[in-house]
Nanobody, 119 residues
Framework: QVQLVESGGGLVLPGGSLTLSCAASTSISSLSLMGWYRQAPEKQRELVAQITRYDNTQYADSAAGRFTISRDTTKNQVHLRMTNLKPDDTAVYYC?????????????WGQGTQVTVSS
């Protein structure tokens, strides 16, 4: 069972930046896909960004141009750099991963980290 642990959330002013990190308990080279989701109060969980083991990336329209997802294979971490944050970005952010041989959309989830954008 792969464990994912998020960190880096917090309170930030509108226009500010944050970097979220997701540490995996296994080599991320064994994971075909990793991503970040978010869930705001009373809203459905939505995909923010994802990255393949070949470092191909994909972003939600709301994140494109402001967020950057990246992998660090030396530390087995995935990062989400968020800039120009808006109050609408307030949510719990979850890390997710898919095993290489899996046919599931996602196999593993972290517990989430809260991001609050407010003045």
């Amino acid at each position: 069972q792969v464990q994912l642990v998020e960190s880096g959330g917090g309170l930030v002013l509108p226009g500010g930046s944050l970097t979220l990190s997701c540490a995996a308990s296994t080599s991320i080279s064994s994971l075909s896909l990793m991503g970040w989701y978010r869930q705001a109060p009373e809203k459905q969980r939505e995909l923010v960004a994802q990255i393949t083991r070949y470092d191909n990336t994909q972003y939600a329209d709301s994140a494109a141009g402001r967020f950057t997802i990246s992998r660090d294979t030396t530390k087995n971490q995935v990062h989400l750099r968020m800039t120009n944050l808006k109050p609408d970005d307030t949510a719990v952010y979850y890390c997710a991963a898919r095993a290489r041989a899996s046919t599931n959309p996602w196999d593993y989830w972290g517990q989430g980290t809260q991001v609050t954008v407010s003045s």
